[in-house]
């Protein structure tokens, strides 16, 4: 026998049988808007009138007032070497009084600095890596190590009247450097031996005459201490020379 099931009514909102007219129709899929430029599909805007509307004006930056007085602009702003304390120009009136042992003008040299002597430090170094030779952390140990010993012994020959103060003795064995970088320079192309063993030691000559000279000028009671100042650099760019040679 087959079970009769009990199924309930089914009441619709409008109280009948849904019609033709109540069932929703279907809507159409998206499309998009035309282009108005054929040459690019999908694109509905005006690229002409798009790159017009966004396009950037020139920044205008502020002028800074000094002092109350005019306006100064990027233009009118010193260059970065002498913001950063650098004279070029000073730098190489300091290398050609070096170059002649003869006439050394000691008045160039009162300001000290030391950007001429790293520049020297680094070309020395160089030509020593041009040799085979890596010294450049040696050539900065040896500098500092023979300032110390240029301003001890010079303080404790002129006592209390000694005015030679550190800053001066790097700027002034920095700067007289420049013979052994030439040597450095010459010995890559110069045979060993007796040669650059006498060529050395003219070059040495030549160092120990200018730092002479400058410490001596530039500094007061030098001139009573003149050997002993001499000995001392001598020691200093002859130790420097030793690394020329070996």
């Known amino acids: 026998m087959a079970k009769e099931f009990n199924v309930p009514p089914v009441v619709f909102p409008s109280g009948g049988n849904p019609g033709p007219q109540q069932r929703r129709l279907p809507t159409a899929p998206f499309q998009p808007p035309k282009s108005s430029n054929p040459g690019i599909p999908f694109m509905s805007f005006d690229v002409g009138s798009a790159a017009a509307s966004t ?4 920044p205008q930056f502020a002028s800074t007032t000094i002092g109350g007085g005019g ?3 990027f233009e009118d702003e010193p260059p970065l070497l002498e913001e950063l304390g650098i004279n070029t120009k000073q730098i190489y009136q300091k290398t050609i009084s070096i170059i002649n042992p003869f006439r050394v003008k000691a008045d160039l040299h009162e300001d000290a600095d030391l950007s001429g002597p790293f520049i020297f430090l680094m070309a020395f170094g160089l030509f020593q890596l041009l040799a085979g030779k890596l010294h450049f952390g040696i050539i900065l140990g040896w500098v500092i190590m023979a300032s110390l010993f240029l301003y001890v012994v010079f303080n404790m020959l002129a006592g209390r009247n000694g005015n030679l103060d550190l ?9 007289c450097m420049l013979p052994i970088v030439i040597l450095s320079a010459i010995s890559l192309f110069l045979p060993g031996g007796l040669v650059i063993k006498v060529v050395t030691g003219v070059f040495v000559l030549w160092s120990t005459r200018v730092c002479t000279r400058l410490v001596v000028e530039l500094s007061s009671c030098g001139d009573e201490h003149r050997g002993l100042i001499a000995y001392a650099c001598f020691l200093i760019y002859m130790l420097f020379s030793l690394l020329v040679i070996f």
Do not use: A, D, N, Q
Request: net charge positive; charged share 5%.
């Open 167 to 175: 800053y001066r003795c790097v700027s002034l064995i920095g700067y």
């Open 55 to 58: 396009s950037f004006s020139t």
């Open 71 to 73: 306006s100064m602009g």
